[in-house]
């Protein structure tokens, strides 16, 4: 059974100029120790649809969903109480922002206790558990750190505080918004490996949102393309990079610098993402598919498994790279 | 197109741009009872840049290349060291024609939206260093901007439009724009395309490639992407902490990075390939505070590969291997190919 279930979820902002759907159609589902990548441009809808799991988004926002389902528990149906003890705990989020997420006026310390709450321990065990937290995600003299205030800590430093945070409630599913995206390389990389090893060693499931193709290529096991709010492809990292089925995903990583190496002119999309606006009622990406034909004018293509194999998903009428499956299959 | 800026007494094989151990210390005020400090932004940079070549920076943030890029454009003065423009030294050729000389060197900047003013409209950001630099009519100035917005791929009619109306980056291409309105030779691009997406960032890309086709721009190319800088860069010069690491072509450099610290970016820069995952070795440690940098080499806490001495000796560039690179141990590093950075083949 799947860790967490999304289907059909849908979030619409009321705006000046009429409602806005910034995501819809989002179908995802995440097993238990599973590292799950969600990509995607600026304004696809990656953030809104943690947010709305989450139940942060702001109270104007309608979210409807066919099924939102943790553990077993229907989201849409429990007690606020409940979801409470849910969100935060056994589903904890790290937001884009960090230096944001930790509040300037008190130490390192005070909010990782805060963060552990009562959970029967006294305060002295509390102290403890924090240097060990502190100890886990990687900060080197951690007692001495426990007294430092945000202000004092890099943004590395201050990313670890922030997972530290996150795994003082002992989370199943860790949601991470873009965690590595204002770090320098380096650090980037001593993150994602600590994202990594935290998934491995504590069996916790990982959604890692980014808009960096290379970032989940490193990481991911499963990853989720998105694109003006919907999802376009979802399968195994190695098969997409290695055969995106989604003229958009073959797109995007056509027009990667890495990819185009001994090319001097990158590949580009031809256009712009559709505003809020203007999103096509049909297909959403047609306006700047090379592909494209009368159905994906006229019709919404479904979200759908593809050849009816359930690990591979996209959102296309003539999806990318089909010889290569009828050699596959010839073999 | 004809340069604005020639300078009388430049020899035909002058440089377009030459810095000379370009330093920028600051100082910063000490509090209540401290001392004034010291912080070496840039410590010692020194490089040549012909016509339609391109000289990649890079390094991590606080390195000193936004305070580089500052110096070249003459915003700031160098604490020393000299810069010199086709063989002639900037200062002076900035006391007697600044016009003409703040129209050599163009500098782009990161940020789409920080750097265009939102009250101007499109047409009056593109003329504005017209109007302050040269004494065009206002029809010449018209027909200028409208022909520049074509080459970066913008239509002409759209020049009454303001910065807001415009997707990110269309922003970049108008500031793009704005930076060769005055005809440079040179172009200082301060992370560019660091705000953008992947499809916009390869649009970008093309197009600064296509101008310096057009008009033989040479280009100093700021930016932490080792992955763009490789696309983009036949030349590359590594900082850290102020000083430069390592610098040579692009290709020698890629292949076989001879300092600890390229070799850290390269491992840490992530491949687009998952077939191709590896353990990376990473780099220990944060960025030391430049204010209090470690003695010896400025890398050696951080350094996989450092020796007893690497604390009490700074390193000088010299050249090893076809590059110039500045560590003790250079020739003998070893673990082998631990940071190539990893391209992945085409699919
Ligand atoms: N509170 C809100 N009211 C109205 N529109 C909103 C609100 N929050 C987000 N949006 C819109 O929803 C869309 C999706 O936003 P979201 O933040 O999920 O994008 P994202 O994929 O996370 O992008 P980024 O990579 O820039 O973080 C955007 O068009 C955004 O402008
Ligand atoms: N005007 C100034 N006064 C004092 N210190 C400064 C000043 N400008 C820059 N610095 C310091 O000089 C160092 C180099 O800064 P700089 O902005 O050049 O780095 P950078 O390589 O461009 O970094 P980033 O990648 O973050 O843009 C930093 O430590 C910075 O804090
Ligand atoms: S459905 Fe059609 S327009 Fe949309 S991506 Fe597929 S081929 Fe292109
Ligand atoms: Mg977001
Ligand atoms: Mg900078």
């Known amino acids: ?331 | 197109m004809t340069a604005v800026y020639r300078s009388q007494d430049a020899a035909v094989a002058a440089p377009l741009v030459e810095a000379r151990d370009l330093k920028q210390h600051y100082t910063l005020k000490g509090g209540l009872f401290g001392e004034d400090r010291t912080l070496k932004a840039v410590d010692g940079v020194s490089f040549t840049l012909g016509r339609g070549e391109t000289l990649a920076v890079v390094g991590e943030s606080g390195c000193g290349k936004s305070t580089l890029a500052r110096m070249l454009t003459l915003i700031e003065a160098p604490t020393s060291g000299d810069l010199l423009f086709e063989g002639r030294p900037a200062q002076d050729a900035m006391r007697d024609d600044p016009k003409a000389t703040r129209g050599f060197v163009q500098m782009i900047f990161q940020n789409p939206y920080g750097s265009l003013n939102p009250r101007q409209n499109v047409a009056s950001i593109l003329a504005e260093p017209l109007v302050i630099n040269t004494r065009m009519s206002g029809d010449e100035r018209r027909r200028r901007v409208r022909e520049m917005l074509a080459k970066v791929g913008l239509r002409p009619e759209h020049d009454v439009r303001y910065p807001h109306m415009f997707s990110g980056g269309q922003r970049q291409r108008i500031a793009v724009a704005r930076a060769l309105m005055l005809e440079p030779r040179v172009v200082i691009a301060d992370e560019p395309v660091s705000a953008l997406d992947i499809s916009v960032q390869a649009q970008v890309i093309n197009l600064l490639l296509d101008l310096q086709d057009e008009f033989g721009l040479a280009y100093v190319f700021i930016s932490h992407d080792l992955s763009v800088v490789r696309h983009l860069a036949r030349r590359l010069m590594v900082m850290y902490l102020g000083r430069v690491v390592e610098e040579g072509e692009g290709g020698v450099v890629f292949e076989d990075p001879a300092h600890p610290y390229t070799r850290a970016l390269m491992a840490a820069t992530p491949a687009v390939d998952p077939s191709a995952r590896k353990e990376r070795a990473t780099v220990r440690g944060e960025l030391p505070s430049p204010l209090n940098p470690p003695p010896g080499c400025p890398f050696h806490r951080r350094c996989r590969y450092a020796r007893p001495d690497c604390k009490d000796r700074v390193p000088e560039l010299r050249t090893v291997r076809g590059r110039k690179v500045a560590c003790h141990y250079a020739e003998n590093l070893e673990g082998e190919g631990a940071g190539t950075l990893r391209v992945a083949a085409t699919a």
């Open chain 1, 1 to 331: 059974m799947a860790l967490l279930e999304i289907e059909d979820l849908s979030v619409t902002f009321p705006t000046s100029s009429g409602p806005f759907r910034a995501v819809e159609g989002v179908d995802l589902a995440v097993d238990q120790g599973e590292f799950l990548g969600v990509v995607g441009e600026s304004g696809s809808g990656k953030s809104v649809t943690m947010l709305a799991l989450m139940g942060l988004l702001p109270p104007q926002a309608t979210i409807e969903a066919k099924r939102l389902v943790f553990e077993g528990r229907d989201l849409r149906k429990i007690s606020s109480h409940d979801r409470r003890r849910i969100v935060g705990r056994e589903i904890a989020m790290i937001f884009q922002e960090p230096m944001s997420s930790l509040n300037p006026c008190f130490t390192v310390g005070f909010q990782i206790r805060e963060a552990l709450g009562k959970q029967g321990l006294d305060r002295a065990a509390r102290r403890r558990r924090a240097v060990e937290l502190l100890d886990e995600v990687g900060i080197p003299a951690p007692e001495e750190r426990l007294s430092a205030f945000p202000h004092q800590l890099s943004g590395g430093m201050s990313q670890r505080v922030m997972i530290a945070m996150m795994l003082a409630g002992g989370p199943r599913l860790l949601v991470a918004d873009e965690p590595t995206t204002a770090l320098d390389v380096t650090i980037q990389a001593q993150i994602l490996d600590l994202l990594r090893r935290l998934q491995r060693d504590k069996g916790m499931a990982l959604i890692l949102i980014t808009h960096d193709m290379a970032v989940v290529a490193e990481t991911a096991e499963r990853v989720l393309v998105m694109y003006a709010g919907q999802p376009v492809e979802e399968q195994a990292a190695r098969g997409l990079f290695a055969r995106p089925r989604h003229p958009y995903a073959e797109a995007l990583l056509e027009a990667l610098p890495e990819r185009g190496f001994g090319k001097r002119r990158l590949p580009t999309i031809p256009g712009v993402v559709p505003g809020a606006l203007d999103r096509p009622k049909s297909c959403v990406f047609h306006p700047r598919c090379r592909y494209a034909q009368d159905d994906c004018r006229t019709v919404r293509p479904p979200f759908a498994p593809l050849h009816g194999d359930p690990n591979v998903r996209v959102r296309c009428f003539h999806p990318r790279n089909e010889d290569a499956r009828v050699a596959e299959e010839a073999r």
